[in-house]
């Protein structure tokens, strides 16, 4: 669904862009976020849902929690290209450079 997304969001570049290109690029952009953000969140439910186990397994858990959320977060970087910081912030978060003015 990822690729899909990203797909469509790329501009057509056999022709001009119309506005019924643009209104599907922003269409699809938005579409990405939010599958993202459901990935990202259903992650972050997993993490916290450890309630059932012994000490031993929580600590078991979580450390393979943080692994897997570790490389979903470099899987969905990869996806788009390499924007967004950790966490999901803005692109370019995360990474050197100016601060944001």
Request: overall charge neutral.
């Amino acid at each position: 669904m990822l690729d899909s997304l990203k797909k469509a969001i790329k501009p057509n570049s056999s022709s001009e862009a119309t506005t019924e290109d643009e209104v599907r690029s922003v269409m699809a952009r938005e579409s990405l976020q939010r599958v993202v953000q459901d990935i990202r969140l259903s992650f972050d439910e997993a993490s916290k849902n450890v309630s059932g186990l012994d000490d031993a397994q929580k600590g078991t858990a979580t450390d393979a929690l943080a692994k897997n959320a570790t490389e979903m977060q470099e899987m969905l970087r990869e996806k788009m290209g390499g924007r967004g910081g950790p966490g999901g912030g803005p692109p370019g978060a995360g990474r050197g450079g100016r601060p944001p003015a």
